[in-house]
């Protein structure tokens, strides 16, 4: 039996990965010998203070751009893009560098904080449209063929992807919705989008069978 050093839980399954943070899992009567693992004390110590100086310059340059903004006397604007860079960044390196997050889980949270900010860059530069008409929609193609290929390069672990591949088809289509309420006004990108979104999800749920409805029925507890 394996156990998760983390959040305590016990697990029978030949998986490795926790089944609720993620984690790796140990096996348990591990015996008194040596650590797989090195000492992360100092590691997280590095870690901890490189985090505070990154949150110290974020601050900084966040509030010297809205101090920027304000005395060019056109109220807060252009630093609105100082916040979606800062953001962005913390969300990639914060998220990019967690040994313990699943891969295809980085590929999400990247896939939604890059299509956020290309989306405040277009805003902001006044020249709204390219953003939702072109790149957002490649960008959720690339993400769900991604973690598709992903699925099926690592067959065996097909369990511990589906819960993204839904997620990120689902993602995938909602560019039908800016269609349909017409933000988007070249949808030929945005119809691709959406045409390969339900053809991996339809995919998804056929080949995934059981294992689609227990990891739905895990997650959600429905």
Known sequence: MKYCNKCGVHSEDAENRCPLCESFLLDEGGGSGP???????????????????????????????????LL?????????????????????????IRTNTHFA???????????LFIFIIDYMSGTVGWSVNYVIPQILIF????????????????????FYQLVMTFIGLLPIFLILFNVVTRPVMGYISVGISAAILVGTVIFGDKTVKSELIRRFHI
Do not use: C
């Open 105 to 115: 889980s980085k590929i999400l949270v990247q896939t939604i904080a890059g299509s």
């Open 35 to 69: 650590s797989r693992y090195p000492d992360l004390e100092l590691t997280l110590s590095w870690y901890t203070v490189l985090k505070r100086a990154y949150l110290f310059f974020a601050i900084l340059i966040i509030t010297a751009s809205i101090i920027v903004d």
């Open 143 to 162: 993400a769900n063929a991604a973690i598709f290929v992903l699925m099926l390069i690592n067959f065996m672990a097909w369990r511990e992807y589906v």
């Open 72 to 96: 060019r006397g056109m109220g807060i604007s252009w630093s609105f893009l100082s916040i979606g860079v800062v953001g962005y960044s913390w969300t990639v390196i914060y998220h990019a």
